[in-house]
Every structure is written in structure tokens, then in C-alpha cells.
């Protein structure tokens, strides 16, 4: 318990930080001060800066993605359904994400560091809750696929790069269109009907 707050406090000093200056500014022993622990304690917790800030990364995100978390246990749910689940939560996540950017005031050089920290937090986690839904969808016969893997990391990397709209800024229709054509690609690679996947609300 002890252990948990010492480490929530290192987060708390380094998100405060962050509102005042750069990354690149912020200094080990500003974020011990800041938590009012010393520096030697952080490094207990946290081999590095780099480690702390992916930390606050996963905190401040990870409360959307709990239930993305859980549905691969959820057999009693198809796997279609799941995958609308997953795609929700992705959305929810990067929602977060983009409402936090537009409420700060970090440097553009920043805001691209948590960029792909973040985006490669959203891809590491969710891809194998995705690739273990596609894959008991092939093993009862709704989804006919050979790379479950492959096929999660390209559908996760569209959604995110499409959802934050960061890295190929695009109006609204483009976007659509875009997550269109990837359920479409996801109907044929899986074999399954034209419409299966029209309820995701990723496009609505």
C-alpha cells in the first residue's frame, strides 16, 4: 500500500511538471523534489524518466481499456460483438487522449513524444485481447483467418492512427471513409458477409 502511494506520488509530481515545462527540462531529481520523496526512491520504483513517463501514460489511459481487457474470457459473447467492444474502447481511449492534447499546454516536440508513447501503449495492450478474440472466432468457425496476430496489428494500428488524427490530420468524411474500408477489409479477409460489422460505432 505504502509501495502504491510512494509511486502514485512520482506520477502526480511528473504530471505537474509536465504542465509547467518540457519533457526534456524535467529532471529526475525536479520530479523527486516535486513528490517530495528522495531521488534515490524513485529509482526503486522507476529504472528511468523514460519509465515514469510511460506510467503516467498507462494511468491516465488505461481506465478505458479495462474492459477491452477482459472480453477475450467472454465465450458467451460472439466474436463480432467483442471485436465492436474492443473497437469502442480503443475510440473511448483515444477520446481521452485527444481531449487531454487540446486542454494542454505542451510543446508540439512533447505532445509527438506522448503521441507515440501512447500509441504504442494502446497497440501493445490490446492486441492480444484482439488476436485471442479472432482466434477463438477461427476455432468455432465464425472467422476464417490465417494470421490473427497480423490482422490485430494492422486493424489496431488503422483505428489509432485514425481516432487521434495526429499523424495524418483528416477531415471528419476521410476518416469515415477510412474505417469503412477497414471493416470492409475486415468482412472479406475473414470471410464473412458483407454487414456483419456495419454496427461498429468506430464509424458512427
Do not use: W
Amino acid at each position: 500500500m505504502v509501495e502504491s502511494i510512494k509511486s502514485q506520488k512520482i506520477l502526480d509530481a511528473l504530471q505537474q511538471l509536465l504542465e509547467e515545462k518540457s519533457i526534456r527540462h524535467i529532471s529526475v531529481s525536479e520530479i523527486a523534489e516535486k513528490a517530495g520523496i528522495g531521488k534515490g526512491s524513485i529509482y526503486y520504483y522507476y529504472p528511468s524518466k523514460d519509465a515514469i513517463v510511460d506510467a503516467l501514460i498507462k494511468r491516465n489511459y488505461e481506465q478505458p481499456l479495462q474492459t477491452a481487457k477482459s472480453l477475450s474470457s467472454r465465450t458467451d459473447i460472439s466474436s463480432f460483438t467483442r471485436m465492436a467492444m474492443l473497437f469502442q474502447a480503443c475510440r473511448n481511449s483515444s477520446a481521452v487522449f485527444i481531449r487531454q492534447k487540446r486542454h494542454s499546454e505542451t510543446s508540439a516536440q512533447d505532445l509527438a513524444l506522448l503521441h507515440q508513447k501512447y500509441l504504442n501503449y494502446l497497440v501493445s495492450e490490446l492486441k492480444p485481447v484482439l488476436t485471442e478474440i479472432i482466434s477463438q472466432g477461427i476455432a468455432c468457425g465464425e472467422i476464417h483467418f490465417d494470421y490473427p496476430a497480423a490482422l490485430s496489428e494492422i486493424a489496431l494500428i488503422v483505428l489509432a492512427v485514425k481516432l487521434d488524427n495526429s499523424l495524418v490530420p483528416s477531415a471528419p468524411e476521410e476518416i469515415e471513409d477510412t474505417l469503412k474500408g477497414l471493416i470492409s477489409l475486415l468482412e472479406k479477409g475473414t470471410g464473412v458477409p458483407a454487414g456483419t460489422l456495419d454496427y461498429l460505432s468506430i464509424i458512427k
